[in-house]
């Protein structure tokens, strides 16, 4: 039997499709990596930060004085809630940072990284984006732990830590390009790598 050019036709436009199909599966997630972090990690750790924010003291911790035990109810909720957000982050799986035609928000900016980079990134070492948001959820026990304690001492520092926790794993997968110029603040004091 001699084939022609023309009877390979459907059968390279079933290869053609099956592959179109598998490229875009992993696009068909319940929830991306970015939906997670906009929805879920930024909001709750506004409200962490908004409580510890309130009762600062003059050294950068809580006051228990301008705790209410409203308050401290709060900071251990919105801190169980963050902690369940990192769980999510964590479990992603796949990771898919955004869907298609969705961009991030740095995009397109001097030292901004593209979803597409970003997908990279965590592509390269997926695991380690979970380890970071497990010690994401772990940080958070801890807040929790403390609140429910009216622990101000154990709060303040945590509350404080939060932010670092969050650019350990931005500066590795996020926003990468940014690395240097944060090193180059560090190094000149206009960042404290500490708080």
Not at 88 to 112: H, M
Not at 155 to 183: F, M, R
Request: charge should be negative; proline fraction near 5%.
């Amino acid at each position: 039997m001699k084939l022609t050019g023309l009877s390979l036709i459907p059968a390279l436009a079933l290869v053609a499709a099956c592959s179109q199909q598998e490229e875009e599966a992993p696009q068909d997630v319940e929830l991306t990596l970015h939906e997670v972090m906009k929805n879920e990690i930024d909001v709750r750790a506004d409200e962490v930060w908004a409580i510890g924010n309130a009762a600062l003291d003059d050294q950068a911790g809580i006051d228990p004085d301008l705790m209410s035990d409203e308050d401290w109810t709060n900071l251990a909720a919105h801190s169980l809630s963050l902690r369940q957000a990192a769980i999510d982050l964590a479990t992603l799986d796949p990771i898919i940072v955004t869907r298609p035609g969705v961009k991030i928000v740095d995009e397109g900016v001097p030292f901004g990284d593209s979803s597409a980079d970003v997908q990279a990134n965590i592509d390269k070492n997926p695991q380690g984006m979970r380890d970071m948001a497990n010690a994401l959820a772990a940080h958070m026990a801890d807040l929790a732990a403390a609140a429910k304690d009216h622990d101000a001492a154990r709060a303040g520092p945590l509350i404080n830590q939060l932010d670092g926790v969050c650019e350990t794993c931005h500066l590795e997968y996020w926003y990468p390009s940014q690395k240097e110029i944060i090193e180059q603040y560090i190094n000149e004091g206009v960042l404290d790598p500490a708080s």
